[in-house]
C-alpha cells in the first residue's frame, strides 16, 4: 500500500534525496526490462515525471538521463548507436523536466479533490512529453542512419500515435495522484557534493543493471505487503494493528510468481517438475494414490478432474489468498487433500492496484497486475500474469552443444504462459449478492521428455456464476460453473500443431450449500452491523462454503508455526506471519463456522480424444469420447461441549458408473477462532479420473517407453484416516505437530501386463498403509531490526500390504524460511532479506509408474534481497543458489543457478 508516513526525525536530508532518486532511477530502468516485450507501452517515462514532481526538474532530468542509458546499454537488443542514445536520454530528460514544471500542480489539485482538472494536466503533461521524446528520438534515428525524414516520419506515425494515446491516459490516471503521494518526499533541489555523490553511485548501480540485464531467468517475484492484515481469511480483528519495533508498515511477505513456485516456498505439497517453466508437475504430499490436491478458489474446482488437462501453471493465483489448506478428505469425494483460495481483500473501501514482474536469464519474464475496485454495489476484480521463458534452458545432462532447437522459430523448452480472471459482483440486498467469475488461459510448452513430446498446447476456459444470501441465522449459496481445458500435444509436424492429439475435457456443475450458523455468529453480526455488500459467507468462514475440511492446516491457531504456512499470495501478512504482540492483543473467541449445514453438488465431465499418433496404444488408439455425471449429498450437524466444539458429517457419493457409496467424518476440536488442537476420523474414498477411465497415455522414462491404459471397470477406493493436531506457543516460539494414520485398500495403481513390463493398465489393486507426522516450528523476534524463521519436518512411513504404488511422496521432506528487514529513514527505506531453503532426499522419479527410477536428494536455496521505498520493491532473487544443476526428473535437470529482477508496486486509493 502506497502510504507515506511523515518527514520529521530524518537524519540526514542528504542521504536521503540520493536514495530517492537512486531508487526511481532503478524502478525506471526496471520497468523498461520488464515491457520490453510490449510495444508501445512504457512507464519509464511516467516514473521519471514523478522523480521531477518530488525532487525537482534538476533531478528529473538527471533521473531521465541515467534510466534512459542504463536501459539502453543493457537492453536486451542490444546496445544503441551514441545518436540514439543521445536522443533516449534526452527525451527522457525531457519527461523529468515536464514533471517537476507540471507534476506538483497536479499533485495539488489531487488533493483539493480537483481531480478532473488534475488528470486533464497530466494528460497533457504525458501527451507534451511524448510527443517530445518521439521527436527527438526519430531526429537521432533519422541522422544515425542518413535515412529520408519523410521515410523514417511516414513509418514512425502509427507508433507515436499508439505511444503519445497510451502515455496520455497513463499521466492522466497516475501523474496526479502519484505526485500527490509522494510529494511529501521532496526537499531543496539537488546541489553540490550530494548531486557528485548520487551521480556516481548511480552510475555505479547503473553498470550493475546493465549487466543483469544481459541474463539471467525470471521465476521469483515479489508482492508489496498490505498495511493492514487479511483480516476476513482468519475472522480476526485488529490482529495486525500492532508491529513491531513501533514500525507502521505490514511485515515483508515475498510471493512467487507462478502457481507451482508459490507450491514449492509455502505449501504443504512437494512439486516435482518435469523440467522448467511450463512443464508437467506432480504434487506430492501426504501417501495416496492422487497425482495433485484439489484447488479450489471461491469454492469453485479450477480443474476439470483430468491428470494431463489439470496442469498446476494455469492455477492463477495473482490477487487470491489461501483461506484453507489440508490433505486428505477435500470435501469433493477425493482424498488427495485441497488447497481454497479467496479473493485477496485487505482493504474493502478503498481501490487496489498491483504490478509486479521479474526478469532474468535466457529471456525470462514475469508480469501481473490485479485491479480491484472499492467495495460498492457494483464492484470489478480483475488479474493478469504471464510467465515466459522464450529461451529455454538446457534441462539434459548432456552438454549446451548437443542441445539442439526442436523447433527452428524457438528455443529448447520454450515455455509461454498467459492467465486472466475477472470477477464482477452485484449486492442485490443487505445481506445478498452475485457474482460472475470468467477465466481464460494459455499455455504454449516444447521439449517435454516424460511425456515423450516435443510441443503442447492448453487452452483453458471457465466461468461461474454463485448467489449467496442470509436470512437471520439461514445462509444459502449457489453456485454454477463450467470449465474447459483442451490439450494438443505430441511430434510436431511440417503442417503445423492441427495434426497433434487433441484431448479436450470439460467439466461443469452445480452447488446448493445452505449453512445454519449458532449464536455466536449471530451474535458477532449484531455487534458488528450488516454484512458488507459484496461479501459472500466465505468472509465469515473461508472454509463454510469452500469445502475446506476442518482438519485443513488453516484451522490451526493463528500465529503458530503450522499457520505461518498459511500464506497471502499477495503478501499480506496472514496469521501466522503476525507478531507476537498482535497476537497477544487479539480476541480469542469461539469458531464461527457453521455447525449445521446441508451441500449438495452435481457435476458432468466430458473427454473427447482424437486418438492421433497413438499407433503405439494398439487397439485402445484411435478417437475415444466419454462423459460421466457425479453427485454428492452431506449434511453435517455439531454440538459445543465446554470449550470444544465437536461435529460429525455423512455423506453420499454417487456416479453414472459405481452408484451410491456412504463417507464419513467426526471431529473435535478446540472451540476457537484459532483452535489449540484437533482430532479427527473420516472414512470414504475416491472415484476414479477421467483419464484412468478412458484415456491411453504414454511416458518416457530413462529410456523405457511406458504405457497407461485406461480401465473403464475401476471401482472407487476405501480409504479411512484418523488424525490429530497440536499447536501451542512456548516461550516465544510457536509449535505445531500435525500426525494422520491412513489405511488403503481398493487402491488405483498401474500394474504391468503379464506379457509386457512397459505396458499396463490401471486397476484397483494397491492397499497401503500410512503414516505421517509434520512438525513445525515458528519463531520471530528483534535481530537487527525483525526476523522471522519457520522450518517445517515431514516424516512418512508407508507400508504396501498389497500391489504398488505408481508414484510415492520422499519419506521425509524439510521446509526452511528466514526473513528479515530493517525500516531505515523513518519508513521510507527497508532492507529486506529472505531465504528459502527445500531439502528432500532420495526419492523415486513419480512419472515412473514402475518405480524403478530414482532420484538423488538434493537440498536448494533460494535467496532474495530486496529494498522498498515509498511502496515499490526492487530486489534480486538468487534460486539455487549453490548453483548445482540437481536431478529433477529421469530426464530433466534444474537450471544451475538463476538471477532474478525483481520490481512490484502496489497502490491503494
Known sequence: MMTIHGQEGRESRAVRRPVLLGLFTGTAAGTGFLLAGVPNLELMSLIVAVCGAVLGRRAGMVCGVLAASVYSLGSPYGPPMPQILAGQAAGMAWAGFLGGSVGPAAGRLFACGRRIRGAVLGAACGLVGTLGFEILTNLAIITAFDLEPKVVLAGAVPFTLIHTGTNTVIFAAFLPLLAHRLGGLGAPSLTGRVAVAALAMLLFAGEGAAQDAGGESAETVEAVPAEEGLQAIEGEEGASSANPLGWKRGLWRPFAPSAVAWLDWYSPYFPVIDGGVGAPVFLLGEAGT?????????????????????????????????????????????????????????????????????????????????????????????????????????????????????????????????????????????????????????????????????????????????????????????????????????????????????????????????????????????????????????????????????????????????????????????????????????????????????????????VNDTGADTAWAAGLGGPQAADGQTARVGFTTGVRLAGARATAEAAGDWTDRLGWDPAYRAALSHDSSRPSWTVFWEQGGRAPRSDELVTVLRRDVAGRELVLEPNGDLARENTTRLGARVALSLMGIDLAVDAARTSLSDGITWVAAADAADRGRWDNALAMDTSRVTASLGREGRFLGWGRIFIEQTWQDIEETRGRAAFLPPEEYLRLRLLWENHFFAEDGILQLGLFTTRVPQMHDPWDVTRSTLIPGRTVHDLIVGFRLVGAHISLAFRNLTGDKYRQTAASYASPGELDMRLSWTFTH
Request: glycine letters at 12%; zero cysteines.
Open 290 to 606: 492422487s497425482p495433485a490436491p484439489l484447488i479450489l478458489r471461491n469454492g469453485i474446482p479450477q480443474g476439470t478432474g483430468h491428470a494431463l488437462a489439470d496442469d498446476a501453471w494455469l492455477v492463477n493465483l495473482q490477487g487470491q489468498a489461501l483461506a484453507g489448506r489440508g490433505f486428505g478428505w477435500d470435501g469433493w469425494g477425493g482424498t488427495g487433500g485441497h488447497l481454497s483460495f479467496v479473493q485477496d481483500d485487505p482493504l474493502p473501501e478503498a481501490a487496489l492496484t498491483r504490478y509486479t514482474g521479474t526478469k532474468g536469464r535466457h529471456e525470462g519474464y514475469m508480469r501481473g497486475a490485479m485491479l480491484l475496485t472499492p467495495r460498492s454495489p457494483w464492484r470489478l476484480g480483475f488479474e493478469f500474469v504471464e510467465n515466459l521463458d522464450i529461451e529455454g534452458y538446457n534441462f539434459t545432462g548432456g552438454p549446451d552443444e548437443d542441445f539442439d532447437p526442436v523447433l527452428d522459430e524457438y528455443f529448447p523448452g520454450h515455455a509461454r504462459i498467459r492467465q486472466s480472471h475477472a470477477r464482477l459482483t452485484r449486492t442485490l440486498a443487505e445481506h445478498a449478492s452475485l457474482a460472475v467469475d470468467y477465466d481464460y488461459g494459455r499455455k504454449t510448452k516444447d521439449a517435454l521428455p516424460a511425456l515423450g513430446a516435443d510441443h503442447q498446447e492448453i487452452w483453458d476456459d471457465g466461468i461461474a456464476a454463485s448467489m449467496q444470501g442470509r436470512w437471520g441465522r439461514l445462509g444459502l449459496q449457489t453456485s454454477m460453473f463450467w470449465r474447459n481445458r483442451d490439450v494438443a500435444w505430441g511430434d510436431v509436424p511440417e503442417d503445423g500443431i492441427e495434426s497433434l492429439r487433441m484431448l479436450e475435457t470439460g467439466r461443469e456443475g452445480l452447488i446448493v450449500d445452505v449453512a445454519l450458523f449458532g449464536d455466536s455468529w449471530w451474535a458477532a453480526s449484531r455487534m458488528e452491523g450488516p454484512v458488507a455488500p459484496g461479501d459472500s459467507l466465505e468472509s465469515v468462514s473461508p472454509d463454510s462454503l469452500a469445502s475446506v475440511s476442518p482438519d485443513s492446516l488453516a484451522a490451526v491457531p493463528a500465529g503458530t508455526a503450522a499457520a505461518d504456512s498459511n500464506a497471502s499470495l499477495a503478501g499480506s501478512p496472514p496469521a501466522g506471519e503476525k507478531e507476537e504482540l498482535a497476537r497477544k492483543a487479539a480476541p480469542d473467541r469461539p469458531s464461527r463456522l457453521p455447525l449445521t449445514r446441508l451441500r449438495i453438488s452435481l457435476e458432468n465431465w466430458t
